[in-house]
Nanobody, 111 residues
């Protein structure tokens, strides 16, 4: 049974930081690339960042230089360190593997 569980979201002021986690079970986590997505009401889910099985990372232009994706294969966990957060980063953040999505974690950036 494939499961993805996100956590770490919350309310933060502009300029603040959060670290999201995605714990994955049911797959050989270390052999797969993994992405983070986000979604705001009324919009399609947007790709935010990805990390390959060998640790190569890529980012959407909107988050480049502020967000850092990483993984810990021993813990079957992927992370998203988000710094210098902006109100436009407010969204539900998801991780996914193939057609499986986590439940998401809400990030709200507001003063």
């Amino acid at each position: 049974q494939v499961q993805l569980v996100e956590s770490g979201g919350g309310l933060v002021q502009p300029g603040g930081s959060l670290r999201l986690s995605c714990v994955v079970s049911g797959i050989f986590f270390n052999i797969y690339g993994m992405p983070w997505y986000r979604q705001t009401p009324g919009k399609q889910r947007e790709w935010v960042a990805g990390i390959s099985s060998d640790g190569t990372t890529s980012y959407a232009d909107s988050v480049k230089g502020r967000f850092t994706i990483s993984r810990d294969n021993a813990k079957n966990t992927m992370y998203l360190q988000m710094n210098s957060l902006k109100p436009e980063d407010t969204a539900v953040y998801y991780c996914k593997w193939r057609d499986f999505w986590g439940q998401g974690t809400q990030v709200t950036v507001s003063s």
